[in-house]
């Protein structure tokens, strides 16, 4: 892949998470446990992350996960709650930042390798990372692709809200609540439908 076909990144969250992010940022999953939020992530996902240390970094938890693309496994795992669900886009420019991590897979495989940012952008399989599906007759071709399309870009802490570029939502009536909860909050540059992105 290269860096400046990277139009944005992705975070997937819950809807009513929303104020507090565009006031505070995105946090990684050590800090924003201790505040109260509605969590999209499933425990035993998490359990398997929390073991995880980033080769000469933090502890896969002391990092906000990024992906390149949310329309990926993650997703089409809860994608019964849409309605529920948004889709941050995140500019590109983070990449940029100091300590970024970026994965060519889903972080918690233990075959995922990981390298600086933002040269490491250079080992992703575009093919892969945008995929429309990871669908493979051979099994093994399938777990790669499903890991491959969950590549992350880790950035330690937060993320803080400068780099919050839009918000993607399913449907109307999640437009609907994201416009209605963010009427009182920093403004946010755009909120889109993009049905495609929630498997819709």
């Known amino acids: 892949m290269i860096r400046s076909e990277i139009k944005e990144l992705h975070f997937i969250a819950h809807i009513d998470n929303l104020p507090s992010i565009v006031e505070r940022g995105i946090l990684c999953h050590n800090r924003v446990k201790k505040i109260q939020h509605t969590s999209v992530a499933d425990q035993e996902i998490q359990d398997r992350r929390d073991k995880v240390v980033v080769p000469g970094g933090l502890k896969l938890h002391d990092y906000v996960n990024l992906y390149f693309n949310a329309r990926n496994p993650m997703m089409y795992k809860i994608k019964g709650r ?8 995140i500019y590109p420019a983070i990449l940029d930042e100091p300590k970024i991590v970026i994965s060519d897979g889903n972080a918690s495989s233990e075959y995922t390798r990981f390298y600086p940012s933002p040269e490491g952008v250079e080992n992703l399989d575009k093919s892969l990372v945008y995929a429309e599906n990871w669908i493979d007759s051979n099994r093994f071709q399938y777990w790669h692709r499903k890991s491959a399309v969950c590549a992350e870009v880790l950035v330690p802490y937060s993320v ?40 819709l």
Request: a positive charge; charged letters at 20%.
């Open 160 to 199: 803080l809200p400068k780099f919050l570029k839009g918000i993607y939502v399913s449907c109307q009536d999640a437009y609907q609540k994201v416009t209605e909860l963010l009427k009182s909050s920093p403004p946010v540059e755009s909120v889109s439908l993009n049905p495609k992105l929630f498997f």
């Open 82 to 89: 849409h309605r529920e669900l948004c889709v941050l886009q």
